[in-house]
């Protein structure tokens, strides 16, 4: 069965770095999205992503952060400068477009790790 | 207030409990619905879409109410391996829009 797929599974960084997560979406898939989940806290949506542009964001997905799709398969997120509190668990985001039953499937998750 | 709100439990179940979660959500633009389950640290899977007329997949039974803008899912027979959180979810508008989280409640399934 098609995946979405995350590398890496755990990224530790110091306060002030860069960092950039990466997500392969299903292949055939034309919708991709980015959401956190601060460890306790719910899964909140920060962006989605089609066509090569951003379609919606939330308030959370400020100037330090942003997507991009560099080649057919990969979908980037990258944090400009880290902070404390982006520590969290990120996930990416895939859907098809093509049904208005079908809903987004997860990738496993990158845990960032922020001190 | 929160736009999906969820008993956060922990409910504790013997094996073989009938278990209900119900969901509240607050946009009545809101236009599809899902349950996903959640295992400690994993990502979000999807457990069954939700739709007006009910529907069951084996012991999961969905129900979505317009008028109340309630959603419930029923397990019977519980399995240990039931032991999850589960998650609300709707979303809003089109086919391709955000999925809006619930908290997610803890289901502990005991032998």
């Not at chain 1, 960084?13 to 898939?29: A, D, F, K, Y």
């Not at chain 1, 509190?85 to 990158?110: I, K």
């Not at chain 2, 009545?28 to 879409?49: G, H, I, N, T, V």
């Not at chain 2, 809003?92 to 409640?105: D, P, V």
Request: hydrophobic letters at 30%; aromatic letters at 12%; one cysteine or more.
């Amino acid at each position: 069965e098609p995946e979405v797929t995350q590398t890496p599974s755990h990224q530790v960084t110091q306060m002030g770095q860069e960092v950039i997560l990466r997500c392969v979406p299903i292949s055939n898939h034309l919708y991709f999205y980015w959401y956190r989940q601060i460890l306790g806290q719910k899964v909140e949506f920060l962006v989605s992503f089609y066509n090569n542009e951003i379609s919606e964001k939330s308030e959370i997905f400020d100037d330090q952060f942003s997507v991009e799709r560099p080649d057919g398969s990969n979908f980037t997120l990258k944090i400009r400068s880290t902070k404390l509190e982006d520590s969290a668990m990120y996930f990416c985001a895939s859907h098809s477009g093509t049904s208005s039953t079908d809903t987004q499937y997860f990738g496993p998750g990158t845990r960032l790790t922020v001190l | 207030r929160k736009e999906v709100e969820q008993d956060p439990g922990p409910f504790n179940v013997p094996e073989g409990a009938t278990v209900a979660f119900n969901c509240t959500y607050s946009n009545s633009a809101s236009q599809s619905f899902f349950w996903y389950r959640q295992d400690c640290r994993k990502e979000p899977k999807l457990l069954m879409s939700v739709y007006s007329s009910g529907n069951e997949d084996g012991r999961f039974t969905a129900q979505l109410n317009r008028a109340s803008q309630y959603i419930s899912l029923l397990i019977r027979d519980s399995k240990l391996s039931d032991s999850a959180t589960y998650l609300c979810v709707v979303k809003r508008s089109s086919n391709t829009g955000k999925l809006i989280f619930g908290q997610g409640t803890t289901l502990q399934v005991k032998p």
